[in-house]
């Protein structure tokens, strides 16, 4: 995909703090799903990968063109006043300091973010929302995360006239893989994406000129990148003089 004849735009993408193996050696790394590197590139876009180690800084995310937020580890809930349910998972507490501050950042420079998953969870919590901490208490249904490692499916409505129903449609099928949800909206967010069982399934942020989360996984679908795609697109507006 071509990027109107601008610089490629750099997409910054989060990562996780994983014991990995690699070659010879079995040892504390930054990892991510290559999938996401992959639909970034797909998009016309370059990815950058950002470990959470460090602090980062407004130096840093105004060398970014972009911010992907990617799904992972449940996020401390103390963060949005709530103590731990039982079947929340272990917490990965350098990932919620790194990303938190690299969300806010990106607010304030106007980057455009995508959040996927435990990233689109991020940004409700950033702005003030909450979370239902096990879907299937709400819902009753294992639908949405049908066992560990195996991705569901499910069928998402998405508002027409929102922005990620003119990226994808107002219907779609989508690959998911989580146990927590939104409840309460943080401010400013807007939820424009529903499963049949009623969880919210996708948000935008009216204020900003690219902030958008999905509770999906759409780079496990290598056929279809559009909403990467409009991430880079909003990248490419945001480099024209």
């Known amino acids: 995909m071509a990027s109107n004849g601008c ?16 070659g010879l050696w079995e040892l504390p790394s930054a990892v991510l799903m290559r999938s996401y590197l992959d639909s970034i590139v797909a998009a016309g876009g370059m990815p950058v990968m950002l470990p959470p ?10 060398r ?3 911010l992907v937020i990617a799904g992972g580890a449940d996020i401390d809930p103390s ?14 507490l350098d990932r919620d300091a790194a990303e938190f501050g690299l969300f806010h950042l990106a607010l304030e420079a106007d980057l455009p973010v995508l959040g996927v998953c435990r990233g689109m969870q991020l940004i409700n919590i950033a702005l003030g929302g909450t979370l239902h901490q096990h879907v299937p208490d709400v819902c009753g249904s294992q639908s949405h995360n049908p066992r560990p490692g195996v991705f569901g499916s499910n069928e998402i409505k998405l508002a027409p006239g929102s922005v990620v129903a003119g ?16 409840d309460q909206l943080g ?5 424009v994406g529903w499963s ?36 880079v697109q909003a990248a490419v507006r945001r480099k024209l003089p």
Request: with cysteine; hydrophobic share 35%; aromatic share 8%.
């Open 64 to 66: 970014l063109d972009g």
């Open 187 to 191: 401010s400013g967010l807007t939820a």
């Open 196 to 231: 049949c069982d009623g969880i919210t399934e996708a948000v935008e942020l009216s204020e900003a000129s690219f902030v958008l989360g999905v509770q999906w996984h759409p780079e496990e679908d290598s056929t279809d990148v559009r909403l990467f795609e409009g991430l």
């Open 7 to 22: 610089e490629t735009p750099l997409i910054g993408v989060s990562t996780y703090l994983e014991q990995a193996r690699f």
């Open 79 to 92: 963060r949005y006043g709530q103590a731990p349910h039982q079947e929340t998972g272990t917490l990965r």
């Open 167 to 182: 990226l994808i449609g107002d219907q779609v099928t989508v690959h998911c893989h989580h146990h927590q949800a939104i």
């Open 53 to 62: 180690v460090g602090r980062w800084l407004p130096e840093h995310v105004s």
